[in-house]
């Protein structure tokens, strides 16, 4: 795997290999979680490394690989859950994760698959599916905006800094985003179980 | 922070001190505070334990097809970047297009000086094109040597090495490149290039034709001319002739896209105005000062295709879009290439770049609240979310009987009935039924502009004033009457605004601000919003109602009947 260093030592059809190779997964997983849909993860995937191949040499800095793609990413998701939200018609409804993938029969797609090998041996596989359940549900309930900066710390692992130049704002207002994103993310989260239990 | 630190002082910072995202000397001071206090640490536990459970979800991967896909376009990209060279168009227009499309690099303020909009039709026929050269262009003459590049030699070797790569990538033969078995593409001509061609075709027969033809400024890629003809013969009176410009696709979301043009005195031919139940405010857009464009019909037409029609003095225009693929939903990509066809022909399509405001900024929305018998005004201010326990919310409502200061600071309400010198404190409940502050379907054309603008919902209509400030007035194209502005010099947007009898604003009429109370010591009103304004400012001091100047019986006010009816 080529660190964003390495990227710059590669060429043609190797560079957009080793770059695919690198971070094909990260991306699609940050954009299924945000669309809740493969093929629409597919075709954000898809369009990230065919805008960022066509603009590489714009990259100033090879390092900042990664956060470029995610930025690409970020708002190709966007761009996907506007259109959802519009084409049905819901300009009334503020939008949500939720709000925008209510057709996508439940929207989740492989999470709803058995808990992957490795969990730990205390937790039965039914569980682990609730929990994830939960999880996801939660993520929906979210408005985009703070998704994006959980999904971005707590899943994909980018600094605060790098989160502020993918959403667009400071590193503080990025901190502020991220912190509101897991206190409304807990609310829901908790909701969620609280449902269950009743 | 002093030594004495309490957990309102170091609650701001657990999030970041949980990340270890906090300076070192701060990150000292908290944990000294969350050794000692079990909420603190409780909460810190809270955050990690979120990212733990975030983190089991498991990882996707995309489709076997994919990369694949991407092989494919890399290698289209190279053949049109190969035919264009050889036409001289020099940077391929679709290229601009993407880049317009793609995030604003990695800095949002990248584009300091924003484009004028291009007014020459045929220097817009590449969309984004015109304005992106010309920022490029302008960038080119008056940037200065980046700070990077002085201490940063390996850097630039690395960029140089990339940059050497793209350049073989783009030149070398195909064959060579990606091997023998790739799709056979076409190579595309340039959106430019097809535009001229239609318009020399048009200029063959518009001296048979009793108006003057109108063209798009704007063709989606990969558009091939395929004729400019005259209906319904071109051999019968110039009176009745009309117009038929048509394109073909051999790939995206159309098939075919048509222009019609006729005499205003024959309708539209074989078309039809949709019919009335026709209400999707999403299918009706146009620009100040231009006829509206609203959906037709044609007896052919599947429910696929996407047609709208423009009432002219002398000349009725439509545009007819066929989508390429049979898929029961009608393709938003569809509607919107109609859409940006359509509006180009009323004038150029010159995007922007934008970008929302700054997350800390305070939200001043002024709103016209009505009982459908009385109006009120509401002037506020607002910072934090509704779910915010920190918010801060001022808001000022006049009109009949009623001149309130209300005031949320610590999510404590305060109510200043300024009429009769009352003073109440409102419950959360009735909090929440009374505030009127905008939503996030509200603020987001502000917040998301440049989505909106690339999808032709927002349309550049040059530089303005706005409160003394030099901006780019974009027209909400589903919204006549609105329109947001953009500071010209950061490209951030920074109001959005509205006529006051702007009532079916899907964006900003209030559409959904649930059923609401306007709660005063003397009434409890049935209420609906109307947005006229919704502006960021840079900073505005939140304050509670000066209750010594007034002198207001506290608490004393008993709740009027029915005050229940806020909840």
Same mark, same amino acid.
């Given at each position: 795997?080529?660190?964003?260093?390495?990227?710059?030592?590669?060429?043609?059809?190797?560079?957009?290999?080793?770059?695919?190779?690198?971070?094909?997964?990260?991306?699609?997983?940050?954009?299924?979680?945000?669309?809740?849909?493969?093929?629409?993860?597919?075709?954000?995937?898809?369009?990230?490394?065919i805008r960022?191949f066509a603009h590489l040499p714009q990259?100033?800095?090879?390092?900042?690989?990664?956060?470029?793609?995610?930025?690409?990413?970020?708002?190709?998701?966007?761009?996907?859950?506007?259109?959802?939200?519009?084409?049905?018609?819901?300009?009334?409804?503020?939008?949500?994760?939720?709000?925008?993938?209510?057709?996508?029969?439940?929207?989740?797609?492989?999470?709803? $698959?058995?808990?992957?090998?490795?969990?730990?041996?205390?937790?039965?596989?039914? $569980?682990?599916? &609730?929990?994830?359940?939960?999880?996801?549900?939660?993520?929906?309930?979210?408005?985009?905006?703070?998704?994006?900066?959980?999904?971005?710390?707590?899943?994909?692992?980018?600094?605060?800094? $790098?989160? &502020?130049?993918?959403?667009?704002?400071?590193?503080?207002?990025?901190?502020?985003?991220?912190?509101?994103?897991?206190?409304?993310?807990?609310?829901?989260?908790?909701?969620?179980?609280?449902?269950?239990?009743? | 922070?002093?030594?004495?630190?309490?957990?309102?002082?170091?609650?701001?910072?657990?999030?970041?001190?949980?990340?270890?995202?906090?300076?070192?000397?701060?990150? !000292?001071?908290?944990?000294?505070?969350?050794?000692?206090?079990?909420?603190?640490?409780?909460?810190?536990?809270?955050? +990690?334990?979120?990212?733990?459970?975030?983190?089991?979800?498991?990882?996707?991967?995309?489709?076997?097809?994919?990369?694949?896909?991407?092989? !494919?376009a890399v290698a289209q990209r190279h053949a049109e970047y190969v035919s264009r060279e050889r036409v001289g168009v020099g940077i391929a227009d679709d290229e601009d297009q993407a880049l317009d499309a793609t995030?604003?690099g990695?800095?949002?303020?990248?584009r300091?000086?924003?484009p004028a909009p291009v007014e020459t039709p045929t220097r817009l026929t590449s969309s984004a094109g015109g304005a992106n050269r010309n920022t490029r262009r302008s960038r080119k003459r008056t940037r200065?040597?980046?700070?990077?590049?002085?201490?940063?030699?390996?850097?630039?070797?690395?960029?140089?090495?990339v940059a050497v790569a793209l350049t073989l990538l783009l030149r070398l033969p195909r064959?060579?490149?990606?091997?023998?078995?790739?799709?056979?593409m076409q190579p595309t001509q340039s959106t430019s290039a097809v535009l001229k061609q239609t318009g020399v075709?048009?200029?063959?027969?518009?001296?048979?034709?009793?108006?003057?033809?109108?063209?798009?400024a704007y063709l989606p890629n990969g558009a091939h001319f395929?004729?400019?003809?005259?209906?319904?013969?071109?051999?019968?009176?110039?009176?009745?002739?009309?117009?038929?410009?048509?394109?073909?696709?051999?790939?995206?979301?159309?098939?075919? %896209?048509?222009?019609?043009?006729?005499?205003?005195?024959?309708?539209?031919?074989?078309?039809?105005?949709?019919?009335?139940?026709?209400?999707?405010?999403?299918?009706?857009?146009?620009?100040?000062?231009?006829?509206?464009?609203?959906?037709? #019909?044609?007896?052919? !037409?599947?429910?696929?295709?996407?047609?709208?029609?423009?009432?002219?003095?002398?000349?009725?225009?439509?545009?007819?879009?066929?989508?390429? =693929?049979? #898929?029961?939903?009608?393709?938003?990509?569809?509607?919107?290439?109609?859409?940006?066809?359509?509006?180009?022909?009323?004038?150029p399509f010159a995007p %922007?770049a934008?970008?929302?405001?700054?997350?800390?900024?305070?939200?001043?929305?002024?709103?016209?609240?009505?009982?459908?018998?009385?109006?009120? +005004?509401?002037?506020?201010?607002?910072?934090?979310?509704? =779910?915010?326990?920190?918010?801060?919310?001022?808001?000022?409502?006049?009109?009949?009987?009623?001149?309130?200061?209300?005031?949320?600071?610590?999510?404590?309400?305060?109510?200043?009935?300024?009429?009769?010198?009352?003073?109440?404190?409102?419950?959360?409940?009735?909090?929440?039924?009374?505030?009127?502050?905008? +939503?996030?379907?509200?603020?987001?054309?502000?917040?998301?502009?440049?989505?909106?603008?690339?999808?032709?919902?927002?349309?550049?209509?040059?530089?303005?004033?706005?409160?003394?400030?030099?901006?780019?007035?974009?027209?909400?194209?589903?919204?006549?009457?609105?329109?947001?502005? !953009?500071?010209?010099?950061?490209?951030?947007?920074?109001?959005? @605004?509205?006529?006051?009898?702007?009532? +079916?604003?899907?964006?900003?009429?209030?559409?959904?601000?649930?059923?609401?109370?306007?709660?005063?010591?003397?009434?409890?009103?049935?209420?609906?919003?109307?947005?006229?304004?919704?502006?960021? @400012?840079?900073?505005?001091?939140?304050?509670?109602?000066?209750?010594?100047?007034?002198?207001?019986?506290?608490?004393? #006010?008993?709740?009027?009947?029915?005050?229940?009816?806020?909840?």
């Amino acid at each position: 795997m080529p660190s964003d260093e390495q990227v710059g030592e590669l060429s043609g059809e190797a560079l957009l290999t080793a770059v695919y190779t690198e971070y094909s997964a990260a991306i699609h997983t940050y954009a299924y979680r945000l669309l809740n849909n493969q093929e629409d993860a597919d075709d954000v995937t898809q369009e990230v490394f065919i805008r960022a191949f066509a603009h590489l040499p714009q990259l100033r800095e090879a390092g900042r690989l990664r956060p470029w793609l995610y930025r690409i990413a970020t708002n190709l998701c966007m761009d996907h859950l506007r259109r959802r939200s519009r084409i049905r018609k819901v300009f009334g409804v503020a939008l949500s994760l939720g709000a925008a993938v209510d057709d996508d029969d439940e929207g989740d797609g492989p999470l709803r $698959e058995v808990a992957q090998p490795g969990g730990t041996a205390s937790r039965d596989g039914m $569980e682990r599916v &609730a929990e994830r359940d939960h999880i996801v549900h939660a993520l929906k309930r979210m408005p985009p905006k703070y998704a994006i900066c959980l999904l971005l710390h707590s899943e994909q692992g980018l600094t605060y800094r $790098e989160i &502020a130049e993918i959403v667009g704002v400071t590193p503080g207002a990025a901190a502020v985003r991220l912190s509101r994103a897991r206190d409304l993310f807990g609310k829901y989260y908790e909701e969620l179980r609280e449902e269950e239990r009743r | 922070m002093s030594d004495e630190l309490h957990c309102a002082d170091v609650e701001p910072y657990l999030s970041a001190f949980a990340d270890g995202e906090l300076a070192e000397t701060l990150r !000292a001071e908290v944990a000294a505070h969350v050794r000692t206090c079990d909420s603190c640490a409780d909460e810190v536990d809270r955050y +990690q334990t979120i990212d733990r459970l975030i983190a089991t979800l498991p990882r996707t991967r995309p489709s076997s097809e994919v990369f694949a896909r991407v092989q !494919a376009a890399v290698a289209q990209r190279h053949a049109e970047y190969v035919s264009r060279e050889r036409v001289g168009v020099g940077i391929a227009d679709d290229e601009d297009q993407a880049l317009d499309a793609t995030p604003n690099g990695l800095n949002g303020a990248r584009r300091l000086e924003l484009p004028a909009p291009v007014e020459t039709p045929t220097r817009l026929t590449s969309s984004a094109g015109g304005a992106n050269r010309n920022t490029r262009r302008s960038r080119k003459r008056t940037r200065r040597p980046p700070a990077w590049m002085t201490g940063a030699a390996p850097t630039i070797a690395a960029l140089l090495l990339v940059a050497v790569a793209l350049t073989l990538l783009l030149r070398l033969p195909r064959g060579l490149l990606l091997g023998g078995s790739r799709p056979n593409m076409q190579p595309t001509q340039s959106t430019s290039a097809v535009l001229k061609q239609t318009g020399v075709a048009v200029a063959q027969v518009a001296p048979s034709l009793i108006f003057t033809p109108t063209l798009p400024a704007y063709l989606p890629n990969g558009a091939h001319f395929s004729g400019a003809t005259l209906g319904p013969t071109a051999s019968g009176d110039k009176a009745s002739h009309y117009l038929d410009v048509t394109w073909t696709f051999a790939s995206g979301p159309l098939s075919q %896209l048509r222009v019609r043009e006729a005499p205003h005195s024959r309708g539209f031919p074989d078309y039809a105005l949709a019919a009335p139940s026709t209400t999707d405010a999403a299918l009706f857009w146009g620009l100040p000062g231009a006829a509206q464009w609203r959906p037709l #019909s044609h007896p052919a !037409a599947s429910s696929q295709d996407m047609i709208v029609g423009q009432q002219r003095a002398q000349v009725n225009l439509l545009v007819d879009a066929q989508p390429s =693929s049979a #898929s029961s939903a009608q393709d938003p990509s569809v509607i919107t290439i109609a859409r940006i066809v359509s509006l180009s022909m009323d004038r150029p399509f010159a995007p %922007l770049a934008l970008r929302g405001p700054d997350n800390g900024a305070t939200l001043h929305f002024m709103a016209a609240v009505t009982n459908g018998q009385q109006t009120w +005004q509401v002037d506020g201010y607002l910072k934090g979310s509704p =779910s915010d326990p920190a918010r801060s919310e001022v808001a000022r409502v006049t009109g009949p009987g009623v001149n309130l200061l209300e005031a949320t600071l610590n999510g404590q309400t305060t109510q200043l009935d300024e009429n009769r010198l009352l003073y109440q404190k409102l419950s959360a409940q009735l909090t929440a039924a009374t505030l009127a502050e905008p +939503q996030q379907n509200i603020t987001e054309p502000l917040y998301s502009a440049a989505v909106y603008i690339q999808d032709g919902e927002m349309w550049n209509m040059g530089k303005a004033q706005y409160q003394g400030r030099a901006v780019y007035a974009f027209a909400l194209v589903n919204t006549p009457g609105a329109t947001l502005y !953009a500071d010209a010099t950061t490209g951030q947007a920074i109001a959005l @605004v509205a006529q006051a009898n702007v009532l +079916q604003n899907p964006h900003i009429a209030g559409s959904a601000v649930p059923a609401a109370k306007l709660v005063s010591t003397t009434a409890c009103q049935n209420y609906t919003v109307v947005y006229t304004s919704v502006e960021y @400012v840079a900073s505005y001091t939140f304050a509670a109602p000066d209750l010594t100047q007034s002198k207001p019986a506290q608490g004393s #006010s008993p709740l009027p009947t029915g005050f229940s009816c806020g909840a």
